[in-house]
Protein backbone atom coordinates (compact mmCIF):
# COMPACT_ATOMS: atom_id res chain seq x y z
CA UNK A 1 0.00 0.00 0.00
CA UNK A 2 1.25 3.35 -0.73
CA UNK A 3 1.79 5.82 2.14
CA UNK A 4 3.06 9.28 2.12
CA UNK A 5 3.39 10.77 6.12
CA UNK A 6 4.33 14.17 6.26
CA UNK A 7 6.06 15.29 9.87
CA UNK A 8 7.44 18.72 11.12
CA UNK A 9 4.48 20.61 10.56
CA UNK A 10 3.85 23.56 13.92
CA UNK A 11 4.06 27.25 14.62
CA UNK A 12 6.99 29.42 13.79
CA UNK A 13 7.78 32.74 14.56
CA UNK A 14 8.26 34.84 10.70
CA UNK A 15 11.57 34.94 9.64
CA UNK A 16 11.84 31.67 11.46
CA UNK A 17 12.86 28.04 9.37
CA UNK A 18 10.92 24.91 9.61
CA UNK A 19 11.91 21.54 7.81
CA UNK A 20 9.88 19.13 6.59
CA UNK A 21 9.77 15.75 6.00
CA UNK A 22 7.64 13.18 3.92
CA UNK A 23 8.48 9.83 4.31
CA UNK A 24 7.53 7.21 1.89
CA UNK A 25 6.43 3.55 1.29
CA UNK A 26 4.80 1.12 -0.57
CA UNK A 27 6.44 1.78 -3.62
CA UNK A 28 9.97 2.30 -5.38
CA UNK A 29 10.31 5.97 -3.82
CA UNK A 30 13.68 6.66 -6.30
CA UNK A 31 11.98 5.93 -9.24
CA UNK A 32 9.52 8.64 -8.85
CA UNK A 33 9.29 12.64 -9.08
CA UNK A 34 7.67 13.77 -6.03
CA UNK A 35 6.40 17.48 -5.39
CA UNK A 36 5.25 19.98 -2.53
CA UNK A 37 2.33 21.23 -2.45
CA UNK A 38 0.55 23.72 -0.20
CA UNK A 39 -3.23 24.93 0.77
CA UNK A 40 -3.96 27.66 2.36
CA UNK A 41 -6.77 27.11 4.95
CA UNK A 42 -10.67 27.78 2.52
CA UNK A 43 -8.22 28.59 -0.46
CA UNK A 44 -7.33 26.53 -3.81
CA UNK A 45 -3.79 24.25 -3.88
CA UNK A 46 -0.93 25.94 -4.87
CA UNK A 47 2.21 23.99 -6.02
CA UNK A 48 5.26 24.72 -4.60
CA UNK A 49 8.21 22.56 -5.58
CA UNK A 50 9.35 19.20 -6.94
CA UNK A 51 12.31 17.03 -7.75
CA UNK A 52 13.55 14.18 -9.84
CA UNK A 53 14.25 10.93 -9.44
CA UNK A 54 18.18 11.36 -7.98
CA UNK A 55 17.63 14.59 -6.63
CA UNK A 56 19.55 16.29 -9.88
CA UNK A 57 16.66 18.18 -10.71
CA UNK A 58 14.69 20.44 -9.28
CA UNK A 59 12.11 23.32 -9.88
CA UNK A 60 10.43 25.49 -7.23
CA UNK A 61 7.37 28.03 -7.57
CA UNK A 62 8.25 31.84 -7.96
CA UNK A 63 6.14 32.53 -4.54
CA UNK A 64 8.99 30.63 -2.40
CA UNK A 65 12.27 30.46 -4.75
CA UNK A 66 15.08 31.29 -2.54
CA UNK A 67 13.98 31.05 0.85
CA UNK A 68 12.39 27.18 0.46
CA UNK A 69 14.80 23.95 -0.98
CA UNK A 70 13.21 20.80 -1.74
CA UNK A 71 15.56 17.42 -1.75
CA UNK A 72 15.36 13.69 -1.00
CA UNK A 73 17.11 10.87 0.27
CA UNK A 74 16.30 8.01 -1.97
CA UNK A 75 17.90 5.48 0.64
CA UNK A 76 15.80 6.36 3.60
CA UNK A 77 12.86 6.84 1.36
CA UNK A 78 12.74 10.37 2.69
CA UNK A 79 11.93 13.62 0.90
CA UNK A 80 12.02 17.22 2.50
CA UNK A 81 11.43 20.72 2.32
CA UNK A 82 13.41 22.95 4.21
CA UNK A 83 12.13 26.45 4.45
CA UNK A 84 13.26 29.47 5.24
CA UNK A 85 12.48 32.82 5.73
CA UNK A 86 8.92 31.86 6.79
CA UNK A 87 6.27 34.82 6.07
CA UNK A 88 2.80 34.65 7.63
CA UNK A 89 1.51 33.87 3.76
CA UNK A 90 3.50 31.15 3.97
CA UNK A 91 0.61 29.37 6.64
CA UNK A 92 -1.05 26.70 5.06
CA UNK A 93 -1.48 22.44 4.72
CA UNK A 94 1.98 21.32 3.10
CA UNK A 95 1.16 18.23 0.97
CA UNK A 96 4.26 15.78 -0.09
CA UNK A 97 2.56 14.43 -3.61
CA UNK A 98 3.90 11.65 -5.98
CA UNK A 99 3.88 11.96 -9.69
CA UNK A 100 5.59 9.88 -12.43
CA UNK A 101 8.57 9.24 -14.39
CA UNK A 102 8.69 12.35 -15.97
CA UNK A 103 8.87 16.02 -14.73
CA UNK A 104 5.45 16.35 -16.74
CA UNK A 105 3.63 13.32 -15.29
CA UNK A 106 0.92 14.19 -12.82
CA UNK A 107 0.52 13.74 -9.55
CA UNK A 108 -0.78 10.33 -8.63
CA UNK A 109 -0.72 9.95 -4.93
CA UNK A 110 -1.30 12.29 -2.36
CA UNK A 111 -0.15 12.39 1.45
CA UNK A 112 -2.19 14.15 4.17
CA UNK A 113 -0.44 16.61 4.77
CA UNK A 114 0.85 18.82 7.87
CA UNK A 115 0.21 22.01 8.68
CA UNK A 116 2.75 24.88 8.98
CA UNK A 117 1.74 28.14 10.59
CA UNK A 118 3.71 31.39 11.00
CA UNK A 119 2.46 33.88 13.19
CA UNK A 120 4.41 36.03 16.32
CA UNK B 1 3.46 32.31 -16.00
CA UNK B 2 0.39 30.30 -17.56
CA UNK B 3 -3.17 30.85 -15.44
CA UNK B 4 -5.96 28.43 -15.28
CA UNK B 5 -9.52 30.25 -14.76
CA UNK B 6 -12.01 27.74 -12.75
CA UNK B 7 -15.59 28.92 -11.61
CA UNK B 8 -15.50 29.59 -7.84
CA UNK B 9 -19.27 27.04 -8.31
CA UNK B 10 -21.18 24.64 -9.36
CA UNK B 11 -24.66 23.62 -8.66
CA UNK B 12 -26.53 20.39 -10.55
CA UNK B 13 -29.26 18.23 -9.17
CA UNK B 14 -28.77 14.99 -8.23
CA UNK B 15 -28.89 12.29 -11.49
CA UNK B 16 -27.64 15.04 -13.59
CA UNK B 17 -24.68 15.77 -15.35
CA UNK B 18 -22.31 18.48 -13.83
CA UNK B 19 -19.66 20.38 -16.29
CA UNK B 20 -16.40 21.90 -14.90
CA UNK B 21 -14.60 24.02 -16.91
CA UNK B 22 -11.08 25.19 -17.01
CA UNK B 23 -9.85 27.85 -19.17
CA UNK B 24 -6.50 28.64 -20.56
CA UNK B 25 -4.72 30.67 -23.16
CA UNK B 26 -4.87 26.72 -26.04
CA UNK B 27 -5.22 24.61 -23.21
CA UNK B 28 -5.54 21.96 -25.81
CA UNK B 29 -2.17 22.51 -26.36
CA UNK B 30 -1.15 21.04 -23.13
CA UNK B 31 -2.66 17.62 -20.67
CA UNK B 32 -5.18 18.70 -18.20
CA UNK B 33 -5.39 16.76 -14.87
CA UNK B 34 -8.31 17.16 -12.48
CA UNK B 35 -8.36 16.45 -9.29
CA UNK B 36 -11.47 16.39 -6.47
CA UNK B 37 -10.80 17.18 -2.57
CA UNK B 38 -13.60 16.37 -0.40
CA UNK B 39 -13.56 18.78 2.77
CA UNK B 40 -10.61 18.33 5.35
CA UNK B 41 -9.63 14.92 2.90
CA UNK B 42 -6.25 15.35 0.46
CA UNK B 43 -6.70 15.55 -3.08
CA UNK B 44 -7.50 12.67 -5.11
CA UNK B 45 -6.54 12.12 -9.03
CA UNK B 46 -9.85 12.00 -11.05
CA UNK B 47 -8.86 12.62 -14.71
CA UNK B 48 -5.01 12.10 -15.84
CA UNK B 49 -4.15 13.50 -19.63
CA UNK B 50 -7.29 15.18 -20.59
CA UNK B 51 -9.75 12.00 -20.54
CA UNK B 52 -8.14 9.05 -19.10
CA UNK B 53 -9.70 7.83 -15.50
CA UNK B 54 -7.41 6.36 -12.91
CA UNK B 55 -7.74 3.34 -11.32
CA UNK B 56 -11.21 2.83 -9.15
CA UNK B 57 -12.47 6.57 -10.70
CA UNK B 58 -15.92 5.81 -11.69
CA UNK B 59 -17.29 5.95 -15.56
CA UNK B 60 -19.55 9.00 -14.47
CA UNK B 61 -16.26 11.11 -14.47
CA UNK B 62 -15.02 12.09 -17.90
CA UNK B 63 -12.74 15.19 -19.32
CA UNK B 64 -12.34 16.71 -22.52
CA UNK B 65 -10.00 19.48 -24.04
CA UNK B 66 -10.63 21.82 -26.84
CA UNK B 67 -9.51 24.69 -27.78
CA UNK B 68 -9.05 26.84 -24.44
CA UNK B 69 -11.41 25.45 -22.32
CA UNK B 70 -10.65 21.97 -20.53
CA UNK B 71 -13.90 20.26 -18.85
CA UNK B 72 -14.33 17.89 -16.20
CA UNK B 73 -17.98 15.95 -17.28
CA UNK B 74 -19.76 14.21 -13.96
CA UNK B 75 -22.66 12.34 -15.03
CA UNK B 76 -25.27 11.12 -12.80
CA UNK B 77 -23.68 13.15 -10.03
CA UNK B 78 -24.51 11.71 -6.57
CA UNK B 79 -24.50 13.28 -3.31
CA UNK B 80 -21.15 11.96 -2.77
CA UNK B 81 -19.72 14.28 -5.64
CA UNK B 82 -20.15 16.84 -3.90
CA UNK B 83 -16.56 18.46 -3.49
CA UNK B 84 -13.83 20.72 -4.51
CA UNK B 85 -12.60 20.09 -7.87
CA UNK B 86 -9.13 21.30 -9.17
CA UNK B 87 -7.52 21.06 -13.07
CA UNK B 88 -3.69 21.00 -13.54
CA UNK B 89 -1.46 21.75 -16.34
CA UNK B 90 2.42 21.34 -16.89
CA UNK B 91 4.06 24.58 -17.49
CA UNK B 92 7.24 23.84 -20.17
CA UNK B 93 9.12 26.08 -17.60
CA UNK B 94 9.07 23.07 -15.44
CA UNK B 95 6.49 23.99 -12.65
CA UNK B 96 2.42 23.08 -12.10
CA UNK B 97 -0.29 25.57 -12.45
CA UNK B 98 -3.55 24.61 -10.76
CA UNK B 99 -6.47 26.34 -11.21
CA UNK B 100 -8.50 28.44 -8.32
CA UNK B 101 -10.58 25.39 -8.34
CA UNK B 102 -14.49 24.80 -8.05
CA UNK B 103 -16.68 24.33 -5.63
CA UNK B 104 -19.35 21.64 -6.80
CA UNK B 105 -22.77 21.61 -4.91
CA UNK B 106 -25.10 19.08 -5.13
CA UNK B 107 -28.73 20.61 -4.76
Known amino acids: EVQLLESGGGLVQPGGSLRLSCAASGFKFGAYWMNWVRQVSGKGLEWVAN????????FSADSVKGRFTVSRDNDKNLLYLQMNSLGVEDTAVYYC?????????????WGQGTLVTVSS | SYVLTQPPSVSVAPGKTARIPCGGDNIEAKSVHWYQQQPGQAPVPVIHYDRDRPSGIPERFSGSNSGNTATLTISRVEAGDEADYYCQVWDRSGHWVFGGGTKLTVL
Open chain 1, 97 to 109: ARAGDFSSSPIDF
Open chain 1, 51 to 58: IEHDGNMK
